[in-house]
């Protein structure tokens, strides 16, 4: 299955793949959403948002991002150690 979303590589998958129904079966073969990258980001600019008194939304969301990409970097680190 080939994703249509142009930010999603095989670095950067759906952050949410699939929707399983009671039988533990795929209910749907492709959704698209946000990236696993766009996730990290998201959760990471709630934090920064949270501990900074004035924040500059923009380098906020610009370190968000270069917070998610770290963690994307880590986690292929990781597959492939476990792999």
């Known amino acids: 299955m080939t994703p249509t979303n142009t930010n999603q590589k095989p670095e950067n998958p ?3 793949p699939g929707i ?6 795929p ?8 990236t696993l990258r766009d996730y990290f980001a ?3 600019m709630q ?3 949270e501990s900074i008194r004035n924040p500059d939304i923009r380098q906020v969301a610009k370190d968000a991002y ?4 770290a ?13």
């Open 14 to 16: 759906a952050a949410f």
């Open 20 to 25: 399983w129904d009671a039988s533990h079966r």
């Open 27 to 34: 209910a749907f073969e492709h959704i698209e959403g946000m």
């Open 42 to 44: 998201a959760k990471a």
């Open 47 to 49: 934090a920064l948002i």
């Open 66 to 69: 270069i917070t998610a990409d």
């Open 71 to 83: 963690m994307l970097t880590e986690r292929m680190k990781g597959e492939s150690q476990n792999g």
